[in-house]
Structures are given as structure tokens and as C-alpha cells.
């Protein structure tokens, strides 16, 4: 099965702890991404990586570190900065980068939902 | 920045009704796509229609671009239960997403 997949579902942190979201991809795409969503609000973007070894910051990146180490592989931690955490984060892949006048697809994971107590 | 803007922000229709709801975007774009995202899931790629494209059809779905006004609508015919969802347009400048329209199909 080709696909995006986040886990866990469900993370619950004590305040103060940093904690990694897991993204993974199949479908051989260069571009991945990690997108927060708050109830009710849309996406807002938080990293992009275009390719191995690179990422860029997107509008929300404050509190948050990646790393693209594999093309696969688009990990996010939530560090003890980011002052209100608690959201449904998003992991997404294309099959090459936007912002360029080359849009492509964006496939989405399932999504991590995260509780901070 | 934020480029798409979905309009309404809820809509609740009967089944079997079309459904209809827009998106305003402020810059130039290359195209814009739309995405479907059922509760608590993740987002589902409908269709993108392309800058010089003034209607495009998939199904159910038909999607305008109007670039001279900056938007576009998304109508979905004989809606049925199924198609209760969040409804959110992007631009392809970084993919930059509204707040969606939250669609509700009652039986």
C-alpha cells in the first residue's frame, strides 16, 4: 500500500516535555510537510522540506524542530517553547515542492492529535 | 499572510440539495485546488483547476475560477450524507489554506 502515514493517533505531554510526531511516506515524493490545525481554523504551515537534508520554516515554525534525514521520513518535535501545543497536527507530501508556479497534490496523513495536560 | 478564504464559513442543506460555497484569494495565482476533511481525519485532494481554466468538472463537482475577481466557488450536486465534511481551497503559493467551510448534509 502506497500512502502517508502519522503516528501515533493520539499523544497526550506533560507541559514541559518535548515530544516527536512520526511522518512517513511511500510514494517516493520529494516535498513533505507539517501543518498545524487549532478547532475550527484551517490548516496553518509550520515546516517544508523540498528535498533530503533541507527545510524551510513556514508561517508557524516558532517551538517546533524537523529534520530530513531519509526522503521518507519528516519527523516534528514539539519542544517545552511552543507555548500552546495542544492542536491536530498535519503531515502532508508532494510530489515536488509549491511556491514555485509548480503546484503539485498535497497527500495527507491521517493526522496526531496532541494534549498537553 | 492568508490567501484562501472560504465563504460561508457553515452551511447545512437537505440531501439531495446542491451545495455551494466560495473561496477569495488576494494575489496572483497559478491555480487553485480544493480539499475535503472529514472530522478528525486528514485532508482529501478533490480537483485543481489551473489559472487559465474558467470551469472544470469531476463527478459531482464543478469548480469556477474567476481570477479577474479573485475567486472561486466549488458546487457539489444532489449532495448526499457522504459529503458532510470541512471543505477548504489552497492556493499554490505554499499551499496556503482558509478556514474551510463546514458542510452539513441532513438525511
Known amino acids: 500500500d502506497g500512502g502517508i502515514t502519522q503516528s501515533p493517533k493520539y499523544l497526550f505531554r506533560k507541559e514541559g516535555q518535548n515530544v516527536t510526531l512520526s511522518c512517513e511516506q511511500n510514494l517516493n515524493h520529494d516535498a513533505m510537510y507539517w501543518y498545524r490545525q487549532d478547532p475550527g481554523q484551517g490548516l496553518r504551515l509550520i515546516y517544508y522540506s523540498q528535498i533530503v537534508n533541507d527545510f524551510q520554516k513556514g508561517d508557524i515554525a516558532e517551538g517546533y524542530s524537523v529534520s530530513r534525514e531519509k526522503k521518507e521520513s519528516f519527523p516534528l518535535t514539539v519542544t517545552s517553547a511552543q507555548k500552546n501545543p495542544t492542536a491536530f497536527y498535519l503531515c502532508a507530501s508532494s510530489i515536488s515542492k509549491t511556491g514555485d508556479g509548480n503546484t503539485d497534490t498535497q497527500y495527507f496523513g491521517p493526522g496526531t492529535r496532541l494534549t498537553v495536560l | 499572510s492568508q490567501q484562501g478564504e472560504e465563504d460561508p464559513q457553515a452551511l447545512s442543506i437537505q440531501e439531495g440539495e446542491n451545495a455551494t460555497m466560495n473561496c477569495s484569494y488576494k494575489t496572483s495565482i497559478n491555480n487553485l485546488q480544493w480539499y475535503r476533511q472529514n472530522s478528525g481525519r486528514g485532508l482529501v485532494h478533490l480537483i485543481l483547476?489551473?489559472?487559465?481554466?474558467r470551469e472544470k468538472h469531476s463527478g459531482r463537482l464543478r469548480v469556477t475560477l474567476d481570477t479577474s475577481k479573485k475567486s472561486s466557488s466549488l458546487l457539489i450536486t444532489a449532495s448526499r450524507a457522504a459529503d458532510t465534511a470541512s471543505y477548504f481551497c489552497a492556493t499554490d503559493e505554499k499551499l496556503v489554506f482558509g478556514q474551510g467551510t463546514r458542510l452539513t448534509i441532513n438525511p
Open positions: 483547476i489551473r489559472s487559465n481554466e
